[in-house]
């Protein structure tokens, strides 16, 4: 082996512009699939870092949800219990070693005085030992810390917030934290590999869930049945299967619902209330945690690691050519090992170690390209994703690459090799004057290899095209706003210690300041951010409209500031703007959109009639104006009915963001923000701050990531194709110089050669067109849920992609076409 990786070397080093080239090939073409593989491992591969995570399962509680209920990235409204019901079944369940609710919450923080902001979770005392974790530093929550409920003020820190703020310090044990404006004590860290069990949620402060009433004044949802919240997940028992704890866990789960929440349930029909008692509990693996990122994450993750093998593939193919060229030139060498006894097993070991040591340095090479696409991609996503991954090299996916790298030798190393070693090749060199042509089998090998490249980058430049132009049709899509000149963040005092008196206050006062500021041309407010994939809603009633059990009255709803409309370019079709003197123990209105008005029979008429939002069916909001549809908080998908109340009627708020018009630079106004918030009221961080257009932009993140990523790749692809159709051709020249001497002896001019390269060109160019159409074709239909307006394929995108390979290709063969119409008849008859 070790004789074998010395030749090797030695005959690499021969070749050093083959080498380079190949290297650069394979280095692009595995570094793309690393960095690709290193999402796709951290989204969708990656168990969670505790011990015996297979044991670890997610609990659902799938069905009709009569009341409230509130979801986040941990996953969808399916999975949610009430706190009771959970309680209910840790109580009484005998299946797992332990059950434990958590529920992430945005904390505001505040150490020495020092305003801070992060992410949070509330978790029950069953938490860590469900995980069987040890702390870093200090201890963890047990389940002493679940009760009294409101009465435990402690805290754990997440590890990379202990390392990166405490500097790893053991003396933060003990220390005062305040946290939405409360004092916590912190008992301990979490461990240093661990953050959490949702993917993009990764916590600064570990809190007791019995303490969510306090952190989060005016919830009082401990008890109630019809408020559904917390997410579960368990630890089977090792003797205890899914179907097994599946089946005791309903067994315990069927009673409450049939004994204790039913009765509770009122105002539904008989339908309804037969899928409620048919409800049962669900039971997933939950070796990766809870959250819904990586089901959104797999058909892109899978669509890029397609795109990026493709790629690896076309690099293999123009390896495999060079190492056939390469080859020919050897069969002297080839012919004299065989005489001198040499086995076919031996030379085959040779040439493939070759093959894998080449792959292997491409290895070495990719994790550089790896890194910096890597980077790349971390750019394209928001700023508040960034954080839940690490854009880093981890171990797996340098075990990756090298398992990747390997396989590529082989599969690029192997027809070569054989075909150099082949049983024949003593009398072929001696009927070739020491020359392995390759023979009819090697030629058409090589065609096959080009025209597979062509079918490949066909299908990648088609379905990159769909990806531009779904972009385009998501650029082009109207949000019926004008907001690019305009500065958003977030503000929430309550969150900071203020009660929500002093917030109504705070707010007045900052929508003052923030108009008095340089530049300023207009300020308003919303609770609901705009187009930060945010959305709250709540059954309606409305005048005139009638309600009953299974009837459609829902809608999602927003409070906003003054002038809201006129600030956001929304002109009103009927009525008024949300005005400065709607204020609280004034009579409440509200504005509704049209798709509002449509839904509940208002038609133009809205202005003027009443509603009520929630269980209130008074009706005390009279509608004053009726606005355009607009997007709410999606730039993609269908606006839907909306209500907007007047935020300054409600003085439970306790978090508004702020919208900043201003004729001055962004980052002008940026500075401007945060320097007049600060001296307002140091104690509240400003949140989120970013111009409008940046918000829209990481709205539809994966939009522009997947085109940006499939445009470079496939354009990476076809100049790889461009470079083996050009290398093979080249090549073909050469072999076929006497051939096309005698051509040119017999009567045939340069034109009739040029036609004849051109002819195997177009031919090339026109099979593996018409496969890469088709295959584009079917992916396109395959990602059509990743499409926005577009059916999985376009007239204009195929037409374009055809037309620029096309041109690619004839002119890859331009050159050696050329090249052979310049030949010289006599010297290619002397030509061996």
């Given at each position: 082996?070790?004789?074998?990786?010395?030749?090797a070397?030695?005959?690499?080093?021969?070749?050093?512009?083959?080498?380079?080239?190949?290297?650069?090939?394979l280095?692009?073409?595995?570094?793309?699939?690393?960095?690709?593989?290193?999402?796709?491992?951290?989204?969708?591969?990656?168990?969670?870092?505790?011990?015996?995570?297979?044991e670890?399962?997610?609990?659902g509680?799938?069905g009709?949800?009569?009341?409230s209920?509130?979801?986040?990235?941990?996953?969808?409204?399916?999975?949610?219990?009430?706190?009771?019901m959970y309680?209910?079944?840790?109580?009484?369940?005998?299946?797992?070693?332990g059950?434990?609710?958590?529920?992430?919450?945005?904390?505001?923080?505040a150490?020495?005085?020092?305003p801070?902001?992060g992410?949070?979770?509330?978790?029950?005392?069953?938490?860590?030992?469900?995980?069987?974790?040890?702390?870093a530093?200090?201890?963890?929550?047990?389940?002493?810390?679940?009760?009294?409920?409101g009465?435990?003020?402690?805290?754990?820190?997440?590890?990379d917030?202990?390392?990166?703020?405490?500097?790893?310090?053991?003396?933060?044990i003990?220390?005062?934290?305040?946290?939405?404006?409360?004092?916590?004590?912190?008992?301990?860290?979490?461990p240093?590999?661990f953050?959490?069990?949702?993917?993009?949620?990764?916590?600064?402060?570990y809190?007791?869930?019995?303490?969510r009433?306090?952190?989060?004044?005016?919830?009082?949802?401990?008890?109630?049945?019809?408020?559904?919240?917390?997410?579960?997940?368990?630890?089977?028992?090792?003797?205890?299967?899914?179907?097994?704890a599946?089946?005791?866990?309903?067994?315990?789960?069927?009673?409450i619902?049939?004994?204790?929440e039913?009765?509770?349930?009122?105002?539904i029909?008989?339908?309804?209330?037969?899928?409620?008692?048919?409800?049962?509990?669900t039971?997933?693996?939950?070796?990766?945690?809870?959250?819904?990122?990586?089901?959104n994450?797999?058909?892109?993750?899978?669509?890029?690691?397609?795109v990026?093998?493709?790629v690896?593939l076309?690099?293999?193919?123009?390896?495999?050519?060079?190492?056939?060229?390469?080859?020919?030139?050897?069969?002297?060498?080839?012919?004299?090992?065989?005489?001198?006894?040499?086995?076919?097993?031996?030379?085959?070991?040779?040439?493939?170690?070759?093959?894998?040591?080449?792959?292997?340095?491409?290895?070495?090479?990719?994790?550089?390209?790896?890194?910096?696409?890597?980077?790349?991609?971390?750019?394209?996503?928001?700023?508040?994703?960034?954080?839940?991954l690490?854009?880093?090299?981890?171990g797996?996916?340098?075990l990756?690459?090298?398992?990747l790298?390997?396989?590529?030798?082989?599969?690029?190393?192997?027809?070569?090799?054989?075909?150099?070693?082949?049983?024949?090749?003593?009398?072929?060199i001696?009927?070739?004057?020491?020359?392995?042509?390759?023979?009819?089998?090697?030629?058409?090998?090589?065609?096959?290899?080009?025209?597979?490249?062509?079918?490949?980058?066909?299908?990648?430049?088609?379905?990159?095209?769909?990806?531009?132009?779904?972009?385009?049709?998501?650029?082009?899509?109207?949000?019926?706003l004008r907001?690019?000149?305009v500065?958003?963040?977030?503000?929430?005092?309550?969150?900071?210690?203020?009660?929500?008196?002093?917030a109504?206050?705070?707010?007045?006062?900052?929508?003052?300041?923030l108009?008095?500021?340089?530049?300023?041309?207009?300020?308003?407010?919303?609770?609901?951010?705009?187009?930060?994939?945010?959305?709250?809603?709540t059954?309606?009633?409305?005048?005139?409209?009638?309600?009953?059990?299974?009837?459609?009255?829902?809608?999602?709803?927003?409070?906003?500031?003054?002038?809201?409309?006129?600030?956001?370019?929304?002109p009103?079709?009927?009525g008024?703007d949300?005005?400065?003197?709607?204020?609280?123990?004034?009579?409440?209105?509200?504005?509704?959109?049209?798709?509002?008005?449509?839904?509940?029979?208002?038609?133009?008429?809205?202005?003027g009639?009443?509603?009520?939002?929630?269980?209130?069916?008074?009706?005390?909001?009279?509608?004053?104006?009726l606005?355009?549809?607009?997007?709410?908080?999606?730039?993609?998908?269908?606006?839907?009915?909306?209500?907007y109340?007047?935020?300054?009627q409600?003085?439970?708020?306790?978090?508004?963001?702020?919208?900043?018009?201003s004729?001055?630079?962004?980052?002008?106004?940026?500075?401007?923000?945060?320097?007049?918030?600060?001296?307002?009221?140091?104690?509240?961080?400003?949140?989120?701050?970013?111009?409008?257009?940046?918000q829209?932009?990481?709205?539809?993140?994966?939009?522009?990531?997947?085109?940006?990523?499939?445009?470079?790749?496939?354009?990476?692809?076809?100049?790889?194709?461009?470079?083996?159709?050009?290398g093979?051709?080249?090549?073909?020249?050469?072999?076929?110089?006497r051939e096309?001497?005698?051509?040119?002896?017999?009567?045939?001019?340069?034109?009739?050669?040029?036609?004849?390269?051109?002819k195997?060109?177009?031919?090339?160019?026109?099979?593996?067109?018409?496969?890469?159409?088709?295959?584009?074709?079917?992916i396109?239909?395959?990602?059509?849920?990743?499409?926005?307006?577009?059916?999985?394929?376009?007239?204009?995108?195929?037409?374009?992609?055809?037309?620029?390979?096309?041109?690619?290709?004839?002119?890859?063969?331009f050159l050696p076409?050329?090249?052979?119409a310049?030949?010289?008849?006599?010297?290619a008859?002397?030509h061996?």
């Open positions: 082996m070790l004789r074998n990786l010395r030749l070397a030695r005959m690499l080093s021969k070749t050093p512009f083959v080498t380079c080239i190949a290297v650069l090939s280095a692009l073409g595995i570094g793309a699939n690393s960095a690709i593989f290193s999402l796709f491992d951290q989204m969708l591969l990656q168990p969670l870092p505790v011990p015996s995570p297979e670890l399962v997610n609990l509680a799938p009709p949800k009569m009341g209920t509130q979801c986040s990235q941990a996953g969808s409204c399916e999975v949610v219990f009430s706190y009771p309680r209910d079944l840790e109580r009484t369940q005998t299946v797992l070693t059950l434990a609710a958590h529920r992430a919450f945005q904390p505001s923080l150490i020495d005085g020092e801070l902001t992410q949070g979770v509330m978790v029950s005392g069953s938490y860590f030992p469900t995980l069987q974790l040890q702390s530093a200090g201890r963890l929550f047990t389940v002493a810390d679940d009760a009294p409920v009465a435990n003020f402690v805290a754990v820190l997440g590890y917030f202990w390392r990166d703020r405490f500097g790893s310090s053991p003396s933060v003990g220390k005062t934290i305040r946290i939405n404006g409360k004092a916590f004590s912190v008992i301990g860290v979490a240093k590999e953050s959490g069990t949702t993917l993009g949620v990764r916590p600064t402060v809190v007791p869930i019995s303490m009433a306090v952190i989060e004044p005016g919830f009082t949802n401990f008890e109630n049945r019809r408020a559904y919240w917390v997410y579960v997940f368990g630890r089977r028992k090792p003797d205890v299967s899914l179907a097994q599946t089946a005791a866990l309903n067994a315990l789960y069927r009673p619902i049939n004994d204790v039913v009765p509770l349930q009122s105002g029909s008989n339908q309804t209330l037969a899928r409620f008692k048919a409800r049962l509990v039971v997933n693996d939950g070796r990766q945690g809870q959250s819904s990122t990586p089901e994450a797999k058909t892109p993750l899978l669509l890029l690691m397609g990026t093998g493709v690896l076309i690099a293999c193919a123009n390896i495999a050519n060079l190492l056939l060229a390469r080859g020919a030139g050897r069969a002297a060498e080839m012919g004299v090992r065989l005489a001198l006894g040499a086995t076919r097993g031996q030379l085959l070991a040779l040439l493939l170690t070759e093959s894998v040591l080449l792959a292997l340095i491409g290895g070495v090479a990719s994790l550089g390209v790896a890194h910096l696409t890597l980077k790349f991609i971390g750019t394209l996503m928001p700023s508040n994703e960034v954080g839940a690490v854009f880093e090299l981890q797996s996916v340098v990756f690459t090298a398992a790298a390997v396989v590529t030798g082989l599969v690029f190393g192997l027809f070569p090799a054989l075909h150099s070693t082949r049983s024949d090749l003593i009398s072929v001696r009927a070739g004057a020491g020359q392995l042509t390759g023979g009819k089998a090697a030629t058409r090998f090589r065609a096959t290899l080009v025209t597979v490249q062509i079918a490949l980058s066909m299908a990648l430049l088609v379905s990159a095209g769909l990806f531009l132009k779904s972009l385009m049709n998501v650029s082009r899509v109207d949000l019926g907001v690019d000149d500065v958003t963040f977030g503000l929430s005092p309550v969150r900071a210690g203020m009660d929500s008196t002093r109504a206050v705070y707010f007045t006062r900052v929508q003052e300041v108009a008095a500021m340089p530049g300023v041309t207009g300020v308003t407010s919303s609770r609901v951010p705009l187009l930060a994939g945010q959305s709250w809603g059954a309606v009633h409305v005048q005139g409209f009638t309600s009953g059990p299974d009837i459609d009255a829902d809608s999602r709803l927003n409070q906003v500031g003054p002038g809201y409309f006129q600030m956001m370019g929304v009103l079709i009927a008024r949300i005005a400065e003197s709607d204020l609280h123990g004034g009579a409440r209105v509200a504005v509704v959109n049209e798709t509002f008005a449509r839904k509940f029979g208002l038609g133009r008429d809205a202005v009639k009443f509603m009520s939002d929630g269980e209130n069916d008074s009706l005390t909001v009279q509608i004053v104006g606005t355009p549809d607009v997007k709410y908080n999606s730039v993609k998908d269908t606006i839907p009915p909306v209500f109340f007047a935020a300054r409600d003085w439970s708020i306790g978090e508004l963001n702020f919208y900043v018009r004729s001055l630079p962004v980052a002008q106004v940026m500075a401007s923000v945060r320097g007049a918030m600060k001296a307002l009221d140091p104690t509240i961080p400003v949140e989120d701050l970013k111009s409008m257009p940046q829209i932009r990481e709205n539809v993140f994966l939009d522009h990531m997947i085109s940006i990523l499939s445009a470079a790749f496939a354009v990476l692809a076809t100049v790889l194709a461009a470079i083996g159709l050009y093979m051709l080249a090549f073909s020249v050469t072999q076929r110089t096309i001497g005698v051509r040119m002896a017999l009567g045939a001019d340069a034109a009739r050669v040029r036609a004849m390269v051109m195997q060109v177009g031919l090339m160019t026109l099979v593996g067109g018409v496969i890469g159409v088709a295959g584009a074709f079917g396109g239909q395959a990602a059509r849920a990743l499409l926005f307006g577009l059916e999985g394929h376009d007239a204009l995108v195929f037409s374009a992609s055809v037309l620029l390979l096309s041109a690619v290709a004839l002119a890859a063969g076409a050329r090249r052979a310049l030949i010289n008849p006599m010297q008859l002397r061996d």
